[in-house]
């Protein structure tokens, strides 16, 4: 019973640690993909008060987590289409080695094993699927970018896999019957490999972004998401920044906001001022906007229960 508490309290110590590690690098990739949207729109938030920089930080983990999701349903969409992608790879390889060895004399063989197909990454469809969908709707050569990095994910995430057995079953060979003097020799292969284990997880995570294709619509989906970017919304904004955006008549408040439809706010919620952009005669025009000169209405439906 003593034995059984030590596990559970080991296995609960495991997933807070790595719970703990995914919210810090959630966080990370979520305040590094905020960055590059600001740096692609060239905006960067002025005058960020302490709680915008905790809405900073609650907007970072949440777009951190989308991206995490999104990175391991491509993985395992590569896992899923894995009978197909197996062979085609191994071809590969096999002429690679057949390569190496008119060449080197020696015969080149695949150090690590392709994952196999796994019927529980069916559980990342209810994601993959949408994302798909959502991405190559304004451009079909995604569809090819997003194969491209499936495969290329799945290739890695098999290697880190392996390197993941390759670590167990050292670390069980020097707990055995092996002699003293070759146990470091061991415990030496064992480090290796889990430094080389770290630089695979830190190429899975960041692949996509290097990769590129898809990051820009990823952005800005969960910036939508966050409710950061609003697009195709009307709002009301004061002069002179109304007339720098359209000269069309319209609608004035008491206020003396003036209506503006088909606006899209690209960036809002932190700083002094929002960032919207306007198209008018196949002309786009940005505009930075001081928060109190900009009133975005937002409509949601309500039920009768909700109201009350």
């Known amino acids: 019973m003593f034995a059984k508490f030590l596990i559970n309290e080991k296995t609960m110590d495991f997933t807070s640690k790595g719970m703990a590690f995914i919210a810090k690098i959630g966080i990370f990739i979520g305040g590094l993909c905020i960055g590059l949207y600001s740096l692609k729109n060239g905006h960067f938030p002025q005058g960020i008060t302490l709680g915008d920089g905790f809405l900073f930080l609650i907007t970072a983990g949440c777009f951190g987590f989308v991206y995490i999701l999104f990175v391991a349903s491509l ?53 993959l699927v949408p994302m798909l969908i959502a991405f190559g709707r304004s451009d079909k050569t995604v569809y090819l970018t997003l194969t491209l990095l499936s495969i290329a994910l799945y290739m890695f995430y098999s290697i880190y896999e392996d390197m993941g057995r390759m670590i167990k079953s050292t670390n069980s060979a020097t707990q055995g019957n092996i002699d003293y003097k070759e146990k470091p020799l061991e415990v030496m292969h064992s480090s290796s490999l889990k430094k080389d284990r770290s630089a695979i997880l830190f190429i899975i995570i960041f692949l996509p972004i290097a990769m590129g294709g898809v990051t820009g619509q990823l952005l800005d989906s969960a910036m939508r998401a966050a409710n950061i970017r609003i697009d195709i919304t009307t709002a009301y904004i004061q002069e002179p920044y109304y007339s720098l955006l ?63």
């Open 75 to 127: 993985t395992a969409m590569g896992i899923l289409f894995s009978p197909v992608i197996r062979p085609l790879l191994n071809i590969v390889f096999w002429s690679l080695g057949k390569l190496a060895k008119n060449k080197t004399g020696n015969e080149a063989k695949p150090k690590y094993q392709l994952k196999k197909f796994r019927w529980k990454y069916f559980l990342f469809t209810p994601v």
């Open 246 to 308: 359209t000269t069309k008549p319209t609608e004035t408040t008491a206020e003396k906001f003036k209506k503006i439809e088909n606006l899209t706010v690209i960036f809002r919620g932190f700083g002094r001022s929002s960032l919207v952009s306007f198209l008018e005669n196949n002309k786009l025009i940005k505009l930075e906007i001081p928060n109190e000169k900009i009133i975005i209405p937002r409509k949601t439906n309500m039920t009768a229960t909700d109201q009350s």
